[in-house]
């Protein structure tokens, strides 16, 4: 599975992103993150600068399943597992990043390493896998 251009360009016109979890007895946990960016083909960055249940989520069920769509309803949704990132240049860069936008102090960056995708878009192909 390969994040298509096309894709990327659609979920970065997104202003939040659904982000679930959940805990070791599959408890779900769904919250809205801003700070939701394509890091490579395979790979989605997440900030946490607030998370508290996620966060405790990723670390003893890395499974994690996001949504995210434009304004047009033009969408997808990924699953894969994450991972919690505090020091490096990731992390460094992902502060960088959300200092430029606002007066916030990150706690970690959360890489998503993408297994699957699926289209969310109304329409015919709404559930279908992205290869
Ligand atoms: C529109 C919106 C965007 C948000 N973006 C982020 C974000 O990028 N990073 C973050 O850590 N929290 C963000 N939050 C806050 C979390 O969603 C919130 O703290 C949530 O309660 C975390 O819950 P948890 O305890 O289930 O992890 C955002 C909240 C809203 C309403």
Redo the contacts with the bound molecule.
């Keep these: 599975m390969k994040i298509s251009d096309e894709a990327k360009k659609i979920v970065e016109e997104a ?2 992103w659904a982000v679930a979890t959940a805990n070791k007895n599959g408890l779900p ?1 769904v ?6 960016r394509i890091l490579s083909e395979n790979q989605i960055l ?10 405790k989520n990723i670390e003893e069920n890395p499974n994690i399943a996001l949504c995210a769509w434009n304004s047009k309803s033009k969408g997808y949704q990924f699953k894969g597992k994450a991972q919690v990132i505090t020091s490096g240049k990731l992390f460094d860069e992902g502060v960088k990043w959300v200092k430029s936008e606002e007066n916030l102090s990150p706690k970690a960056a959360i890489v998503v390493n993408v297994e699957t995708a699926y289209i969310i878009t109304p329409g015919s192909d709404a559930g279908k896998e992205v290869k």
């Design positions: 202003k939040v946990n919250v809205p993150i801003a700070y939701a997440l900030m946490d600068i607030f998370m508290e249940k996620t966060r």
